[in-house]
């Protein structure tokens, strides 16, 4: 086991997708400052936060719930990332390695969910 959510690499890549996302978003409209911008940073810190909070927690099941959460955001932001594409917003270098790196990490979210097998409930003794 793990002593750390630190040493996953899911955990890893997206802390990598986080910063890229940022670095993405300063090239973003002035006026999209509360708009896709903020929408779009706060999906993608969600990801890496949430398998943390989920690392640290007592069962598994719980660990599962905030897996699916990350799922979740890590789907919010690729659909923010195609709407930010439409509308040419954001080089188009880091759109793409953004996109690739969120497919990427959304299967590795989906794997580790996968792995995880909830608890069996306890019987009486």
Known sequence: MLRSFRELTVWQKSM???????RLTQGFPRE????????RRRAAVSIPSNIAEGHGRSGVGEYRHFLWIARGS????????????DLKMGAPKLLKESEALSQEIGKMIYALISKLKPSPPAHPA
Do not use: K, V
């Not at 990598?16 to 940022?22: C, D, E, N, T, V």
């Open 32 to 39: 999209e400052i509360y708009g896709l911008t903020s929408q």
């Open 74 to 85: 890590n789907f919010e932001l690729q659909t923010q990332l195609e709407i930010a594409g």
């Open 16 to 22: 990598q997708l986080a910063s890229g996302i940022y």
